[in-house]
């Protein structure tokens, strides 16, 4: 499933107005998401450049649709629950042609929802699993978690003990995927306190 190339940037300002609030907030999360993403993925040699060139676009598109979610502290005026912005996103992205990117802004949400979670939580979503399933979804996944969208913590990483408390409400589970990434992903770090 290719994408055709794209401006990952350009793509974003057709959503999001010049020096909005949601577009501010979004380029700033985005970018932080991606700059970890790749620096990932640049000790991961099984990824090639153009897989590299995928993960950098899909992280800074990967929260494309929180423009159609109600959350008027990220100046966001939608109507849709903000746990849809996945779906959104991936709607938008199909529309323009990327369903891969669309992809990894449905299966970013967390470490991923499953069908099972959804039914338990009671979520607006569709009753499916919605789980990153690739290398690129959940080094996107993974990265997205140490960083809010959150005015006052932009630009702050989380740490990881920080993520685990976050998903420690929705599972066990959660928390060790997470840990199961972090060993994968950052080694260097998964000594550290949980």
Known sequence: MADHPIDPLAL?????????????????????V???????????PQLDASERA???????????????????????????????????????LRDEGLPRHALVCENHIGVGLTAADIVRQKLPLPVRDMVPTDLAQQLVA???????????????????AQVCASLA?????????FHTWQ????PQTAGEPA
Do not use: M
């Open 34 to 44: 991606a700059r970890r993403a790749l620096a990932i993925a640049a000790t991961l």
């Open 183 to 186: 060993h994968r992903f950052e």
């Open 54 to 92: 995928f993960i950098e676009q899909a992280a800074l598109l990967h929260d494309i649709g929180i423009f159609c979610c109600h959350a008027p502290g990220l100046g966001c005026y939608g109507s849709e629950p903000y746990i849809r912005h996945g779906l959104c996103g991936a709607a938008i």
């Open 169 to 177: 409400s929705f599972g066990n589970d959660k928390v060790a995927l």
């Open 12 to 32: 974003l300002q057709k959503y999001y107005p010049p020096h909005s609030r949601a577009g501010t907030i979004l380029l700033s999360h985005s970018r932080c």
């Open 142 to 160: 993974y990265a997205d978690l140490f960083y809010s969208k959150n005015p006052q913590q932009l630009q702050h990483s989380r740490t990881a």
